[in-house]
T-cell receptor
Framework: SQQGEEDPQALSIQEGENATMNCSYK?????LQWYRQNSGRGLVHLIL?????REKHSGRLRVTLDTSKKSSSLLITASRAADTASYFC??????????FGKGTRLHILP | NAGVTQTPKFRVLKTGQSMTLLCAQD?????MYWYRQDPGMGLRLIHY???????AKGEVPDGYNVSRLKKQNFLLGLESAAPSQTSVYFC??????????FGPGTRLTVL
């Protein structure tokens, strides 16, 4: 079964608002990554957070990791139309696999 | 640099036919991956490789084979295609457990 599970499955917000999506996983991880996928394209890496980190920032992105709850969140501040995409979390494991969740579809309304 | 490239971009097969998908990367990455993406299913790992000459099974390996004879190439083979293998296939590479770089994908339809 897939390791990461994103929540919600879909999210629509007004341009300028903040978007928050969550990822939960089942077993211990080394790293957790977030990716974005525009329709019909390959995935693009956004941010990597290590298991010993609690928070990381990159531009308008803020990622948190709570290893005790086995969960992570991705916050996109001041959303723009170009942020419309699917967002995936990916977790890596001791057996070298990286497992992706099913993703959150984000739609930014004008 | 081209990054990660995939060949072909589109392909239509009949049930029972075979084909090979080619992935190439020019970033000298050790790790390479093959995923399939189906509507509502996210990405599922088919096979992966942690170095030249090595391969391992992912979440959904049945019906696929892979080879990594050269560090820069990772081939995915379908010996006898089935309609259930209709999907979009993505290849990715990474420097160990760092960010993965994805190719543009191959859209495969099996009739």
């Amino acid at each position: 079964s897939q390791q990461g599970e994103e929540d919600p499955q879909a999210l629509s917000i007004q341009e300028g608002e903040n978007a928050t999506m969550n990822c939960s996983y089942k077993t211990s991880i080394n790293n957790l990554q977030w990716y974005r996928q525009n329709s019909g394209r390959g995935l693009v890496h956004l941010i990597l957070i290590r298991s010993n980190e609690r928070e990381k920032h990159s531009g308008r992105l803020r990622v948190t990791l709570d290893t005790s709850k086995k969960s992570s969140s991705l916050l996109i501040t001041a959303s723009r139309a170009a942020d419309t995409a699917s967002y995936f979390c990916a977790t890596d494991h001791r057996d070298d696999k990286i497992i992706f969740g099913k993703g959150t579809r984000l739609h930014i309304l004008p | 640099n081209a990054g990660v490239t995939q060949t072909p971009k589109f392909r239509v097969l009949k049930t029972g036919q075979s084909m090979t998908l080619l992935c190439a990367q020019d970033m000298n990455h050790e790790y390479m991956y093959w995923y399939r993406q189906d509507p509502g299913m996210g990405l599922r790992l088919i096979h992966y490789s942690v170095g030249e000459g090595t391969t391992a099974k992912g979440e959904v390996p049945d019906g696929y084979n892979v080879s990594r004879l050269k560090k820069q190439n990772f081939l995915l083979g379908l010996e006898s295609a089935a309609p259930s293998q209709t999907s979009v296939y993505f290849c990715a590479s990474s420097y160990y457990f760092q960010e993965q770089f994805f190719g543009p994908g191959t859209r495969l339809t099996v009739l």
